[in-house]
């Protein structure tokens, strides 16, 4: 009898160790992946990479004063959720940290407005009011589109399915005066992964 069940237990105690919940720390330049999808670490490598391409190019690799740019907002053409907002904030800190660039703060526009419009309101003394037309205009706009194509292993009799995912991004800069596209660039990812046909 007892011998049943430790036979049974023996399945059981398995199953209870596989669906235990485990925590670890990840670094931030860990590259963890789990399937074939976009992940956090991508963003990392991609920012890096065109960040570099832009200051060690023309334009910007000529300019000595420090050239005042917009950073607009990076279209998803992916058919997945991605935060591109994340992307451009990533960018736009790498720049700035560079030193050799300046950037309008295009998402607080609207919180400036309202703030000038309370210093020119009355509640605020005339000599500490901030001075209206003094805001800096952006020379160059910088913008940008991810896109992705999905590619499944065609059918046949096999173990495992393969899928194949590429993420390409490519990022403009526009000189705002003549409307030319002064530099551009593109950075791709690609990812395969299987999965068995048997399994969660």
């Not at 009355?122 to 706009?141: E, F, L, N």
């Amino acid at each position: 009898m007892k011998r049943h069940l430790h036979k049974m237990l023996l399945p059981l105690l398995v199953l209870l160790v596989g669906c235990t919940v485990t925590t670890r720390e990840v670094a931030p330049n860990e590259k963890v992946i789990y399937d074939a999808g976009y992940h956090f670490s991508d963003e990392k490598m991609i920012v890096a990479d065109m960040v570099k391409s832009l200051l060690s190019k023309p334009p910007l690799v000529r300019s000595t004063d420090r050239p005042v740019l917009i950073v607009y907002g990076i279209a998803n053409r992916t058919s997945e959720h991605i935060s591109t907002s994340a992307i451009t904030d990533d960018i736009r800190q790498a720049l700035l940290e560079s030193g050799r660039v300046r950037i309008v703060n295009e998402t607080q526009r609207k919180n400036i407005e309202r703030e000038t419009s309370y210093q020119y309101g009355g509640s605020v003394a005339a000599d500490t009011r901030i001075r209206k037309a003094r805001q800096v205009g952006a020379k160059y706009m910088l913008t940008g589109t991810l896109r992705s194509i999905k590619k499944d292993q065609p059918r046949q009799f096999r173990l495992k399915k393969k899928t194949l995912m590429y993420y390409s991004l490519n990022l403009e800069l526009t000189d705002i005066q003549t409307g030319l596209i002064e530099w551009a660039d593109s950075v791709d990812v690609i990812r395969e992964s299987s999965s068995p046909f048997i399994g969660w």
